[in-house]
Antibody
Framework: EVQLVESGGGLVQPGGSLRLSCAAS????????MSWARQAPGKGLEWVAI????????NYVDSVRGRFTISRDNAKNSLFLQMNSLRVEDTAVYYC???????WGQGTLVSVSS | DVVMTQSPLSLPVTLGQPASISCRSS???????????LNWLQQRPGQSPRRLIY???NRDSGVPDRFSGSGSGTDFTLKISRVEAEDVGVYYC?????????FGQGTKVEIK
């Protein structure tokens, strides 16, 4: 059974940083593109960042480029999202997602507020 | 970015009756490998999204056969043949062809 377990969310002030983690199991992690997507409270879905199997190719949605960094550790079946210079509008549930949306984790809430 | 436009945004349905959701993309979703990466996701209240349909018309494992997807190019449809109580939630179309991946606004399905 595929499992994606996110952690690392919490309350942070504007301008602060957080690092999200996603522990993956039940599939060959190193064979999949992996992504982070987010959902602001009561709103729709937004794809945030994507990383290739070997970690060399990455891409970001314009609103986070230069502030967020996606990375992975295939030896530990883990995906990460380093979020710097956080803004109020980054407040959302962040989901770890496989491939082109095959599987979604349960999400971790990031709240940016003073 | 590719804009995904869903309609309707709210869909009250009587139990046992059919339902249909439309999704249109601002660009063709045919990828260079010949595949069309159009997914349908279901988000039940309080849950994370779950993929129901991939590549336009392929049902994921465990998805009831009352769900079906169709379409091509820029015009796609999700149909529920007979709505059940467990189908309540928000349905999103999502394109996996272009970067960034983008979603429709969501269609809220509720029971009348």
């Amino acid at each position: 059974e595929v499992q994606l377990v996110e952690s690392g969310g919490g309350l942070v002030q504007p301008g602060g940083s957080l690092r999200l983690s996603c522990a993956a199991s039940g599939f060959t992690f190193s064979s999949y593109w992996m992504s982070w997507a987010r959902q602001a409270p009561g709103k729709g879905l937004e794809w945030v960042a994507i990383i290739k199997q070997d970690g060399r190719d990455k891409n970001y949605v314009d609103s986070v480029r230069g502030r967020f960094t996606i990375s992975r550790d295939n030896a530990k079946n883990s995906l990460f999202l380093q979020m710097n210079s956080l803004r109020v509008e980054d407040t959302a549930v962040y989901y770890c997602v496989t491939g082109r949306g095959d599987y979604w984790g349960q999400g971790t809430l990031v709240s940016v507020s003073s | 970015d590719v804009v995904m436009t869903q309609s309707p945004l709210s869909l009250p349905v009587t139990l046992g009756q059919p339902a249909s959701i439309s999704c249109r993309s601002s660009q063709s979703l045919v990828y260079s490998d010949g595949n069309t990466y159009l997914n349908w996701l279901q988000q039940r209240p309080g849950q994370s999204p779950r993929r129901l349909i991939y590549k336009v018309s392929n049902r994921d494992s465990g998805v009831p056969d009352r769900f079906s997807g169709s379409g091509s190019g820029t015009d796609f449809t999700l149909k529920i043949s007979r709505v059940e109580a467990e189908d309540v939630g928000v349905y999103y179309c999502m394109q996996g062809t272009h970067w960034p991946r983008t979603f429709g606004q969501g269609t809220k399905v509720e029971i009348k």
